[in-house]
């Protein structure tokens, strides 16, 4: 007879009707529920773990990694962002642009004579006498043109265009502290358009005249006069345009007597007849639709 191999002595479970089967079915059980427990909870923290953003490990603590890159405003695995667009507040922001570029390039407030002189009042003068018909003053000036944007009104003119100037260094000249010396009111000292705006200006003071074409350089006697030659050409192209001149006043004598100013103002004296000039309007656009300039 053939004898079974010794081992492990196989353990039969109790029968269920005893005390002893029970006991053991309601252990089977518990660890059932535990190992289920157990198991919910590790799918739970799967779960968490993967619905989390990432951290930032290569970074460091606390510094979150770069943005992803964008192509045309599109983040690359987004989606483009859209920007609202406000026509009144954009419109709002351009007319306060254009204000702004306008008191830039035409500083000072705007006076018009009863002749019909303008100049715009940039610094006011208070130190000294204040200039008359006859008085001796030293100027620094600026001449410039018009630029195209000017062409309506001389109050919303575009950026001024510098031709030439004495006593600013300007265009390389040793002329710093250099002064243009006339009595007001001396004919041909300074075009007719800009002593009857200087009348009551005092040292410190700067006005910046508009010259109309036929009270300006109408002729080669009238100073002040550029030096250099590229200053000479371009008032010879542009002299019959309305020009703009700029005096900052440095010195101020009185007149030497009664005479010379009653002389004296009979020179600055300018009708209204004289003075009237409207700027011109932009050169009319060929064929249909084309724009006539007004009758002056």
């Given at each position: 007879?053939?004898?079974?191999?010794?081992?492990?002595e196989?353990?039969?479970a109790?029968?269920?009707d005893?005390?002893?089967?029970r006991?053991?079915r309601?252990e089977?059980?518990?660890?059932?529920?535990?190992?289920?427990e157990?198991?919910?909870c590790?799918?739970?923290a799967a779960f968490?773990?993967?619905?989390?953003?990432?951290k930032?490990?290569?970074y460091?603590?606390g510094?979150?990694p770069p943005?992803?890159?964008?192509?045309?405003?599109?983040?690359i695995?987004g989606?483009?962002?859209?920007?609202?667009?406000?026509?009144?507040k954009a419109r709002a922001?351009?007319?306060?642009?254009?204000?702004?570029r306008?008191?830039e390039?035409q500083p000072?407030e705007?006076?018009e004579?009863?002749s019909?002189i303008?100049?715009r009042?940039?610094?006011v003068?208070t130190?000294?006498?204040?200039?008359?018909?006859?008085s001796v003053?030293?100027?620094?000036?600026i001449?410039?043109?018009?630029?195209s944007?000017?062409?309506?009104?001389?109050s919303?003119?575009?950026?001024p265009?510098?031709l030439?100037?004495?006593?600013?260094g300007n265009e390389?000249?040793?002329?710093?502290?250099?002064?243009?010396?006339?009595?007001l009111?001396e004919?041909?000292d300074?075009p007719?358009?800009v002593p009857?705006?200087?009348?009551?200006?005092r040292?410190?003071?700067?006005r910046?005249?508009?010259?109309?074409?036929q009270?300006?350089?109408?002729?080669d006697?009238v100073r002040p006069r550029?030096?250099?030659?590229?200053?000479?050409?371009?008032?010879?192209q542009?002299r019959?345009?309305?020009?703009?001149?700029?005096?900052?006043?440095?010195?101020?004598?009185p007149p030497?007597?009664?005479?010379a100013a009653?002389?004296?103002s009979?020179?600055i004296?300018?009708?209204?007849r004289?003075?009237s000039f409207?700027?011109?309007l932009?050169?009319?656009l060929?064929?249909?639709?084309s724009?006539?300039?007004?009758?002056?």
């Amino acid at each position: 007879r053939r004898l079974a191999p010794e081992g492990p002595e196989v353990r039969r479970a109790p029968p269920l009707d005893t005390d002893e089967g029970r006991a053991e079915r309601g252990e089977r059980r518990g660890r059932r529920l535990a190992l289920g427990e157990a198991a919910a909870c590790a799918a739970a923290a799967a779960f968490a773990a993967a619905a989390a953003p990432p951290k930032a490990r290569a970074y460091g603590l606390g510094k979150a990694p770069p943005p992803p890159p964008k192509i045309f405003g599109m983040e690359i695995g987004g989606q483009a962002k859209t920007k609202s667009f406000n026509l009144e507040k954009a419109r709002a922001l351009g007319e306060a642009r254009r204000e702004e570029r306008a008191e830039e390039e035409q500083p000072g407030e705007l006076v018009e004579l009863p002749s019909g002189i303008k100049y715009r009042e940039i610094d006011v003068g208070t130190t000294g006498p204040a200039i008359e018909a006859g008085s001796v003053v030293g100027v620094r000036y600026i001449v410039y043109r018009l630029s195209s944007g000017a062409y309506f009104k001389y109050s919303s003119g575009g950026k001024p265009v510098f031709l030439w100037s004495l006593g600013y260094g300007n265009e390389g000249e040793d002329d710093v502290g250099d002064l243009y010396t006339f009595t007001l009111g001396e004919m041909g000292d300074l075009p007719r358009a800009v002593p009857p705006a200087m009348v009551g200006m005092r040292k410190g003071g700067r006005r910046r005249v508009l010259v109309p074409p036929q009270l300006g350089w109408s002729s080669d006697t009238v100073r002040p006069r550029p030096k250099t030659f590229g200053a000479k050409r371009r008032l010879a192209q542009h002299r019959d345009e309305p020009l703009l001149f700029e005096a900052e006043v440095v010195a101020v004598y009185p007149p030497g007597s009664d005479e010379a100013a009653r002389a004296l103002s009979q020179a600055i004296e300018v009708s209204r007849r004289e003075s009237s000039f409207r700027l011109p309007l932009p050169k009319p656009l060929t064929g249909e639709g084309s724009v006539a300039a007004p009758a002056q």
